[in-house]
């Protein structure tokens, strides 16, 4: 099992910027593929960023130039870093985690209990 717990989550005002962590815990061996998603009310969940093992990432295009998911294997911590934060991006943000198997099958395993972040003024 995997345990994930975000943090970092918050009221913006247009934009400004935010960093989300997501600390991992439990059998990290395992995991190839980390992710952070969103859904906001009334809209589906919708992937933001992915990065795999080998530091390969990947954007949504409504979040290209403005978002930046990395992370720290020293720490088990995977980050999204958010600039120009716009009021669409209110959200509640999750942080997944998935086995190579499960991601190429385009899944994820694992997901945290998810952070509130409001942009607006």
């Known amino acids: 099992q995997v345990q994930l717990v975000e943090s970092g989550g918050g009221l913006v005002q247009p934009g400004g910027s935010l960093r989300l962590s997501c600390e991992t815990s439990?059998?990290?061996?395992?995991?190839?593929?980390m992710a952070w998603y969103r859904q906001a009310p009334g809209k589906e969940r919708e992937l933001v960023a992915h990065?795999?093992?080998?530091?390969?990432?990947n954007y949504a295009d409504s979040v290209k130039g403005r978002f930046t998911i990395s992370r720290d294997n020293a720490k088990n911590t995977v980050y999204l870093q958010m600039n120009s934060l716009k009021p669409e991006d209110t959200a509640v943000y999750y942080c997944?985690?998935?086995?190579?198997?499960?991601?190429?099958?385009?899944?994820?395993?694992?997901w945290g209990q998810g952070t509130q972040v409001t942009v607006s003024s």
């Open positions: 990065i795999t093992s080998d530091g390969s990432t």
């Open positions: 997944a985690a998935a086995s190579r198997a499960t991601y190429l099958g385009g899944n994820y395993d694992y």
């Open positions: 439990g059998s990290i061996f395992s995991i190839d593929a």
